[in-house]
């Protein structure tokens, strides 16, 4: 089974500034690589797959990169509806997900 | 607009079974695979499985190999993941999940994605004695 590890747990930053998440695998997923938002109460939100391409509606401030094993979500500039937890998910090999990384108001 | 709206919270107890239906509008049912995800209280996320509403072909999850079942009804657009033998550590929230790829193109079958792009609201299973 492919473990996904994301880094950091908790981030806690300010509206307007920017968020770099962190997803890495423990072995090549390609780029197989999916991230979802979601907030309390809510089912998850599909924003990027296959690593960088903007699933349909989701603003540009959200972008993803990476390939092989190490992968980043980044927020441009933070609106206050983007603080939420975060989950990476790789479809290369079975499917398996992040544990998530909370992103909260500093 | 695309809408999958879930049957409502279940407590059960241990070694009985469960069954969660998904009611999709909005887009043509029978062209997109549909997905089973979990998740457990304050956890992350856990795939259970797929079925194709199509040919109502699925693939399960080896962790629940036997004891799921996904089946659907095309006449009304819904999907049902029956889970049985329930153990505690089964209480979660259960959701159904649309596929981001059709499941045909240009006549050729094609097969999921294994991205979700739309999400039903989630139904509460809670295991307990």
């Known amino acids: 089974e492919i473990v996904l590890t994301q880094s950091p747990a908790t981030l806690s930053l300010s509206p307007g500034e920017r968020a770099t998440l962190s997803c890495r695998a423990s072995q090549s997923v390609s780029s197989y690589l999916a991230w979802y938002q979601q907030k309390p109460g809510q089912a998850p939100r599909l924003l990027i797959y296959d690593a960088s391409n903007r699933a349909t509606g989701i603003p540009a401030r959200f972008s993803g990169s990476g390939s092989g094993t190490d992968f980043t979500l980044t927020i441009s500039s933070l609106e206050p509806e983007d603080f939420a937890v975060y989950y990476c998910?790789?479809?290369?090999?079975?499917?398996?997900f992040g544990q998530g990384t909370r992103l909260e108001i500093k | 607009q695309v809408q999958l709206v879930q049957s409502g919270a279940e407590v059960k107890k241990p070694g009985a079974s469960v069954k969660v239906s998904c009611k999709a509008s909005?887009?043509?049912?029978?062209?997109?695979?549909m997905h089973w995800v979990r998740q457990a209280p304050g956890q992350g996320l856990e795939w259970m499985g797929w079925?194709?509403?199509?040919?109502?072909?699925?693939k399960y999850a080896q962790k629940f190999q036997g004891r799921v079942t996904m089946t659907r009804d095309t006449s009304i657009s819904t999907a049902y993941m029956e889970l049985s033998r329930l153990r505690s550590d089964d209480t979660a929230v259960y959701y159904c999940?649309?596929?981001?790829?059709?499941?045909?193109?240009?006549?050729?079958?094609?097969?999921?994605?294994?991205?979700?792009?739309?999400w039903g609201q989630g139904t509460l299973v809670t295991v307990s004695s």
């Open positions: 909005g887009y043509t049912f029978t062209g997109y695979y």
């Open positions: 079925i194709n509403p199509n040919s109502g072909g699925t």
């Open positions: 999940a649309r596929d981001l790829r059709l499941s045909e193109g240009a006549g050729i079958h094609l097969w999921p994605m294994y991205y979700y792009d739309f």
């Open positions: 998910q790789q479809r290369s090999n079975l499917i398996t």
